[in-house]
């Protein structure tokens, strides 16, 4: 009798994980899966205004691969994203890396660069916008200081507005990526690094060629994060450049706003969506895949 | 191959000082073992020999040259830390070679001198892992090799055991020793395991907050040490102390230990007789007796010669396989004494001690340095 | 880095070159990061005139806050001239319970998924990570439907459940990446003793938890403070939170741009998320070292 | 108690004062108001907003929308019928048929329209132009013409902000300028293939070539009133805008015929129309259909028509309207749109939403900004609006 | 206190096996010492005793109960970790009581457990301190006390010792074998340290890859293993093992042992007269012979009594204090002798070997089982 009840109650403590996780993986099931499997459905409907469930098949995504404005999205996408998460690495681990140099008021300089963070993108675009404004800011500035033929005018150039778009979100990331790589050089094994100037190495030389190298999982971590930022960036575009000049700064998620809200193209709106999650697992897949297997053993 | 001589080293952490007026010479091809507990400073001392950390005062020399401000790639001097230190992202080869590479050694000649050393610890077939995928054992036979491919003039040691398992590290004991022969090289080996200072050593100084205790061969500390912290540090297990008071019975110097809480009480009379320092000094003072377990051996007659026979009651027994230690009470002191296995002993049994008196410490009761 | 202290020849000309590019290379950066806030500040201390006339990065003539007390408490959001002062409860009213709900369940989801491991609790947790991916727009419309069918449409609950669960993605893997460091080992002895799931959660592991909770907290605010998309798309009115406001305050489709009102408000705005990171940022970095970096 | 949520994108400046009558009215005739603003990109964010509030079965009471959408929306059985307010009131007879025409669906009404812009508008500095002796042109080559002679003066010629729907907006005044009437109706409200690919449209696109070299360099993302900012400077001669720009002169102490001359672009009698209005969406509750009533009543009433007016700057969207205290730009907009409407060159914006909805405008403002900001040429944006616009069908 | 008994018990992970058909029995009182090297089921076997891992197949009871579906909290053992596993935000006093508060004690009478617990293992200075401000050893305390505290039926202890250094181990492990005496307590021990386990336990049992290779006492084990890797991992240093092929000379078993590497070249003759096994299944057929190194002792006779003498040149010498480890060459094959620290040898010497044949085992060269 007493094995019974002792049987019950084991089955049931194994039982409560479950049903703590229940809802919030329920949660997450309808919230990010559903309404995936929601918009994947949409993008072969005919819908337009509002969504409608009649199916027409690849029409949407035939018509979405048409569209200038798209491949205009799509591509800056990719020198948004690859420039974005590249100059943001670089820049965070060089401040990591100098500030790992026993600076004294450590403390400060690492509040002021990561303070950014803490700032919404709608305030960072517009912030960004006078200063990049030819008219206004730092061009105008530079040249009252004498300079005459100083210009930067990246923000009216078509073929340099995305690279003010990365401007300004490498300003409000780097930080991050700063910290993530300080806390990442103080837990290196400091016998490494004897180690290695016993072995004749600079102190350039043993960040190149031992300790960065040496924190792939960090790089990794950055490049997910920031990665996950770019494909989300959608307020800093309307607040910087709102597109423009023309639409020649757009990026998907604007792209797939104003089709499902402003041109009444919700099937369309929907198609550059799912392209979008896409590429977002062709990025995540293998982190995923890589983050798993290793779990396995810790 | 080089000597090293180090005069009058200080260091110091802001107002800490962490190592206080250390000097020691070491002969070209002596192996020095640096025994402490954690924290006395021997890695700091062994770092301050690589130039890893700045001296504060004094003088290092290498061979006939003073380091103090030399960097410490030009020292000639190789490594090999307690975690090993291997850098995660390069083979093993690459690890092996990265010194040699620095030193803009071209590529064939590397590839020669690795392969060389790889064969000589028997890590060829392992130079295209990564770290992370080795044994302890061979993450330390890497580590050995990183070092030893330089062939520089001085190898230092950082406890380069400590992390292997007790058969792994009994095994590497070996081989280390064999290197060294073998090379004939000038080696200081840090360590914190008394066992294994005493197996490599041809000089261990001992260490205790940053001031050397003694400066000897192994030998010398375990029968002669100096005071009762090298005592209880050096041999395992350890020795055994007795609070005795030294009277002069007979012409002869003898150790009363009281077997009771009683002041007056009984008392165990232990003859000193051909003690190796003069006792007279001590007569009537409080004193501590030194007497290591194998020292006390089994006997069934009453008298031995050159012994003390003490009869006690066996306390705890551990047999160990090749001996057994038995606890034992004499009144209220309990001593330790290491047997040979064939003898049987229950816990409770009443057993005759033979107490090696030729092999006995007397320390003085304040200062628990030797007489 | 930190530790070591290589022999070098003293004073050596080198090394004072080395500092000097060090500084220069940080303050210079310095300069960069603190040039935005700098525009902005400034010319919310600046009246309209000086705006118009003067360049962008002049300091302003004298400080004016009258820019600020017009942003609070004056200046007009749709037919409502009250400022942004109520919308600012709106936003604690959602950002508080959102941020505790989602860090309280990361919490328990990453402490289940790593210290009660059962099948499929790795796929659990690929799907959750999965959902830190997804765009927010494509939601939108679904969640509208959703959120209709619960009848939280337009409603504070409404958005503090949206961003309870889109939070929870990196709630959970902050927590799962810390949880996976304690050992298990503390689980059993808590098992033994009698303790059970939440015993063991509430005694045992939340109090280690601190560092990770700051990250947390952290990031789930600044994620909802900040947030427009969500705010704007499920509350309409009066229930707006404080970033809808200030977006309804900045923009004007036919109208004069007050910008120094503007830059008042985007710093009001910011200002609870500056301050966090201001007063708790090392425990951020702190934080990460402890959780979200791994090997 | 009648109540009524507005959903609206006029947030600050004279839109908000003008909304903000509208509510006053409304509260004196017990009426609560539930105020929906949401600002941002002419009614972007709003789009969103309201898409979900329908989707969650929760829509508002009154929506601004223009153009084409209402009836989209009406098609989709979203919005009520106010044919009750509209015949008790006599809307048929008080509204131009360009202006019944969108807020009308299936032979009844469903939205109410609240002014009539009107976007074909020249502002000039007076002062600027007779630096060169210049008169606003009344033609696009006296335009040229005079923009050369300012530009050689060392003055811009052209305020211009470079946002998609400025350069549309420009598009289109080109359009009824070059093509004339009935080329505007063929090619911007027909879609007709043919007129998009003629000639007529590469001229157009070349007078837009041409406008390039009349505006400064830094006209990318500008807002409109900052160039409207620069008229008033005098930094800029003229600018291409609707009669919004009014309330920014207004703002600054301008006064009109003097400070500035608003005058129509150049074109034989045409109007482009810009209207305003507010759909009323389908609402459960008798109060809230009270509200809706009650709203439309009075956002058509004459007293409302005439202060929301003054304060935006536009003219009443109903033509029986005193004028009394409109300004000279208001009476003659007025007059040209009474005209207009007899001679039937009354046409609706594209640019603003009252031609095409918003796919197809959407296609409009695509090609004429990416012709407008790169090299493209005439050719070749004629052929991608035929191609966009046929995508976007 | 109770007995435990293990019947058949098989832990599979998904498709692996770890524990393979187990069975041990234990008595009351007794002290049981799983011993093996990792990853080879130890703490799995000690964990499915606990309950904290489901039990494949098999049964186990404690006393007369069959606990297999009893909550780790209902079966009244305690557990003693390898971390030690204290709670972090706790204070000492905390960490003991928890149990007990969990257990719905009420906190006069928990006070009363937690202070005796605390002076018997002298922390009850330490109790208001949290973990992190306590030494290994006192960490190690604070543990025990947990387990203690609660007076369970059962003690468990998972590699308790391995995160202390060598000295406090020492002491603890004597306070662990104290301790079993005065609780009169079952305990099952967990370690891949033989020396703890022979020092410790009543009984051995040796676990492989989750099988039990033997289960005895340990000395037995110690003296006649029952294969050769219990030979090899039982014992510091280890057992020597030579190559050898028996005959039969004059009417006795003589094992050759070749000391060339032609198989016809000289031989060593070790004579296996009265071994406590029939060897004359073996006779022309290859054996190994173990030897353990203090059984070679050095002699100046030519001959001693139920010993072989051997000739043999030292190659290494390693100090220990007490002993000396001596490396010596026989032809090609090298033992390991331990001897006496009085006795001088130095590297190159000739050393007379004195085999105490008694003391040997004979293992078959394919199963590697004792015969
Ligand atoms: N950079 C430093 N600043 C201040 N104190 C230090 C520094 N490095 C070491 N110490 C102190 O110096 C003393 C000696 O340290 P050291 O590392 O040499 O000890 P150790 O003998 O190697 O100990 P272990 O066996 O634990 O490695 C310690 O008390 C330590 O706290
Ligand atoms: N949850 C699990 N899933 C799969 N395999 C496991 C699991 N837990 C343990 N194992 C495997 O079972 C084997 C035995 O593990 P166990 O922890 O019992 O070893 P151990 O003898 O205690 O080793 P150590 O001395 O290292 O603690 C190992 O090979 C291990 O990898
Ligand atoms: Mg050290
Ligand atoms: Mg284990």
Redesign the interface.
Known sequence: MA?VA??I??RL??L???L??A???L??????????I??AYISFSKS????NYTLIGLRPYE?LF????WNVAFTNLIIFGVAFIAISII?GV??AI??????RIE?A????????????????G??????M??????E??VR?WGWESFSF?W????NM?VYALVMAAV?QSS?FVM??F????????????????????STA?IYL??IL??????FM?AVVILA?LA??S??LV?AL????????STLP?NF???M???????GVGAAS?II??LT?MAI?VPY?YS??RG??N? | MASLSIRNAVKRFGAVEVIKNVSLDLNDGEFLVLLGASGCGKSTLL?MI?G?ENITEGEIRIGDRVVNDVH??DRD???V??????????TVEKNIA??LE??GIPKEERNKLVSEVATMLQIDHLLDRKPAQLSGGQRQRVAMG?ALVRRPEIFLFDEPLSNLDAKLRLEMRTEIKRLHKELNATIVYVTHDQIEAMTLADRIAILKDGIVQQYATPAEIYNKPTNVFIASLVGSPPMNFLNARLETVDDDVVAHVPLTKDPDGQKLDLSLKGYDSDLSAYIGKEVIIGIRPENISYTEEPVKDGHEVVQGEVDVVEPTGADTLCHIKWGINSVLARINNRIDVAIGDKFNCAIDMKRTNVFDKKTETRI | ????D?VRPENSSFQWVGRLL?WS??LL??F??????Y??IS?SLKNLEEIRGG???ALPHELNFTAWQHAWNQACIGVQCTGLQPYFMNSVMMAIPAVLFSTI??A??GY???K?R?KGS?I????????????????????AQ?LGILRLTNTVYGLIL?H???G??FT?LFFRNYY?TIPDELIRAATIDGA???TIFFRILLPISPPIIVVAVIWQF?QI??D??FGVSFTTGGSQPL?VA??NL?NTTTGVKQYNV?MAA?LI??AP??L???VA??Y???G??AG???? | EPVAEVLHYWTSGGEAKAIKELQQAFQKRGGKWIDAPVA??GG?AQ??VL?SR??AGDPPAAVQIKGP?IA??AE?G?LGDLSDVANAQGWDDILPQAIKNVVKYDGHYVAVPVNVHRVDWIWANPEVLAKVGAEVPKTWDEFNATADKLKEAGIVPLAYG???WQDATVFETVVLGIGGIDFYKKAMVDLDEDALGSDTMIKVFDQMRKMRDYI??????RDWNLATAMVMRGEAAMQIMGDWAKGEFAAAGKKPGVDYICAPTPSDGGYILNSDSFAMFNVSGEDKKEGQDLLAELILGKEFQETFNLYKGSIPARMDVPMDKFDSCAIKSMEDMTSAAKNDTLVGSVAHEIAQ???V??AFL?VV??H???DMSSEEATK?LI??IR??K
């Open positions: 094995s002792g049987k109650a084991v403590e194994r409560i994980p479950k703590v996780i809802p919030g993986f949660a997450i099931l309808l919230f990010v899966y559903g309404f995936i929601w918009t337009k205004m509002l969504p018509r048409q569209m200038d404005r820049i060089l401040l100098l500030l790992d140099q026993r600076i403390g300089i690492r509040t002021i660069y990561l303070y950014p963070m803490a700032i919404s993108f709608v305030i960072t517009t912030a960004w916008k006078w200063i404004n030819p008219s206004l800011g730092l105008t500035v009252s005018g923000i009216v150039d078509q507005a300003w930080g910290a993530l300080l806390s990442a050089l103080r837990s290196v094994d400091q016998d490494i690094i004897k180690a290695a100037s016993l072995d004749g190495a030389k060629r031992i190298p040496s924190m792939r999982p960090v971590s996950h494909i989300k959608f307020d309307v450049t709102n597109g423009g000049p023309g639409y020649s998620a797939m706003y104003e499902t809200f402003r041109r009444n193209e919700i969506a979008m999650l977002v995540m995923l983050e798993l779990s396995k810790v | 770092n690589a890893l410490p790639k001097i190789a490594m830390f307690q975690s090993y230190a291997l850098y995660p992202n390069m990265f010194g620095m030193r990183r | 880095m930190s530790n070591l290589i060090i290379i940080l950066f310095c960069w990061f603190l040039m935005p806030a525009v902005v010319t360049s962008l990065l369940l990361g328990l989801t289940t998924l790593t009660w059962f790795n659990i947790f690929a799907l959750i990570l999965f959902g830190c991916f997804v765009p927010f727009q494509v939601v939108i419309l679904p969640m959703t949206v309870s669960v889109y929870l993605a959970t996976v059970g799931f939440f600044t403070w900040n427009f998309l970033m200030l977006n900045v503007d985007a705005t910011a998320t500056l966090v990171y201001i940022g090392r951020f970095v702190r990460l070292t979200s970096v791994k090997g | 941002g990109g972007d789009a969103a898409r329908v989707l959408n989209e929306w989709a979203a470079g946002q998609p400064d360099p830094d006209y990318p993302g909805a918003g796919a405008r959407g695509d900004t990416a407008f900001n790169s991608k191609d966009a995508l976007a």
